[in-house]
């Protein structure tokens, strides 16, 4: 009988026949229909997974917490989860901060494009409330730059009135007009039913669910039995919902990549120069997240796991990764990240169960480097210099930023809206990178997605549980 074709390969083919097809067809003009018959399988796909994301991580972690044979595991395993994930997020943005300083993508950017946008920031700073300049430059009143100002000033009422700018800013004024506890309180749900159909509030999940699995260990083992079967019933049931789609994962994903290149510009030429103009930035970004995913993420693994070889983890964990590339959102790949470290590595539901869930939500190292280089970068390019109090404020609103930011496509840019605010810059300059936002946000996704798996087999391997499967 023939050997069948390992899933992580048919989707890289997949992803890659997507890539080659979506540029043949801005090429020869098939744009639309692509859009209108190709790209709503992409919708599907990614639907079906959420779909089955919240639910499974109710039943998953009230599984996993109501099977611990000693409660007080629970505490200790949550306590090295939430150090494990603050530590990985401070080092990412770390990373970021340390590149953006060294490599400076913002001065590959044109001098006079910058007086420009120097110009423009000064009038923002002038028109706004509440903000102070950051250093001494003062070019809005040099009469060598008068033809100039005009045109900034221009400009810059053009760039107050992007609506897709103005909805981020409000959802980040909401943020910040909060209690600092606000995150606490919107951890416990009002209505379980409400958190369960509302996708964006896994938080609240993960809560009800934790304090389910602990009331069930507390209660007679002979009443709990029953409820703790019908628990582990329809857990296998969303489990094998899982492992069928996945079956059409290659076709699903080539139906992806096909939309998201399509949505960017109508021709491929169009696609390069968005590229193009931020090239320096997107080298930057991409550069961080692949040395937290090939050497922070793998060392980590070394200093801890020493049974599982580098290109082995890789191997098992890569149809999470290139699922999470696809979708953009942690929690669309969170029923497949679960099945990863569970089937192909040996991490026990125990862990899996309640570690990944939490990650999906609070950890989100990509998203936390993108912002730190994002908004030194944005800096740069404005003639801004920031001083080093000001990027240590940058690592501690990005680390907290990323708690609870929702795990879908382009959440990470309302909360960079809150870390340029923290250091007094303009909100609107986000715009600026939305261009190339949507394919630095799929590989950000990979790196939370395998910063969730490194993290969940470290756990399981330091409580004792870690039982590698050798058959993979």
Not at 87 to 98: E, R
Not at 275 to 302: A, E, H, Q, T
Not at 442 to 469: C, F, P, Q, W, Y
Request: charged fraction near 15%.
């Amino acid at each position: 009988m023939k050997k069948k074709l390992p899933l992580h390969w048919r989707i890289i083919i997949g992803l890659v026949v997507g890539i080659i097809y979506s540029f043949l067809s801005s090429y020869w003009g098939w744009n639309k229909f692509t859009l209108n018959w190709i790209d709503p399988f992409g919708t599907i796909f990614i639907r079906l997974l959420k779909y089955i994301a919240v639910p499974l991580v109710l039943f998953s972690i009230i599984s996993g917490v109501a099977s611990l044979p000693d409660p007080s595991k629970l505490g200790r395993m949550g306590a090295k989860t939430l150090v494990a994930y603050l530590l990985t997020t401070v080092m990412a943005v770390s990373l970021g901060l340390l590149l953006v300083n060294t490599l400076k993508p913002g001065n590959y950017i044109s001098q006079d494009q910058r007086i420009k946008n120097r110009i423009k920031y000064e009038l923002w700073v002038e028109r706004t409330t509440g903000v102070e300049f950051l250093d001494e430059q003062d070019l809005l009143n040099d009469p060598a730059y008068a033809e100039i100002v005009q045109q900034a000033s221009r400009e810059v009422d053009a760039e107050e009135s992007n609506t897709a700018v103005q909805d981020r800013v409000k959802a980040a004024e909401s943020m910040r007009n909060t209690s600092p506890l606000q995150f606490v309180v919107d951890m416990v749900p009002d209505n379980i039913f409400a958190a369960l159909s509302d996708g964006g509030k896994m938080l609240q999940v993960i809560f009800f669910a934790i304090f389910f699995g602990i009331v069930l260990l507390l209660i007679p083992a002979e009443k709990g039995a029953p409820v703790l079967s019908l628990v582990n019933s329809i857990n296998e049931v969303f489990l094998k919902m899982v492992e069928l789609i996945m079956e059409a994962a290659p076709y699903f994903v080539f139906a992806l990549m096909a939309g998201v290149i399509a949505k960017m510009a109508d021709n491929p030429a169009e696609v390069l120069e968005i590229f193009k103009g931020l090239l320096s930035y997107s080298v930057v970004v991409v550069l961080g997240l692949m040395i937290m995913i090939f050497i922070v993420y793998p060392l980590f693994m070394r200093l801890v796991v020493r049974e599982l070889k580098y290109t082995e983890f890789f191997r098992r964990i890569s149809p999470a990764q290139f699922l999470a590339f696809s979708t953009s959102s942690s929690a669309a790949t969170l029923p497949v990240t679960m099945e990863c470290v569970r089937d192909n590595i040996g991490v026990p539901e125990s862990v899996s169960n309640f570690v990944l869930p939490i990650g999906a939500t609070v950890n989100m190292d990509g998203t936390s480097l993108y912002q730190a280089v994002a908004v030194v970068f944005l800096a740069q390019m404005h003639l801004v210099d920031l001083t080093f109090s000001q990027q240590l404020t940058i690592v501690l609103t990005a680390t907290l930023a990323s708690i609870g930011s929702a795990a879908v496509p382009s959440a990470g840019l309302v909360m960079l809206v809150v870390v340029l605010q923290s250091v007094g810059l303009n909100p609107a300059w986000i715009a600026i990178i939305f261009p190339v936002d949507r394919i630095l946000d799929m590989i950000r996704t990979v790196v939370n997605v395998t910063g969730d798996m490194t993290i969940s087999t470290i756990i399981a391997k330091s409580e004792g549980e870690l039982n590698i499967n050798q058959d993979y």
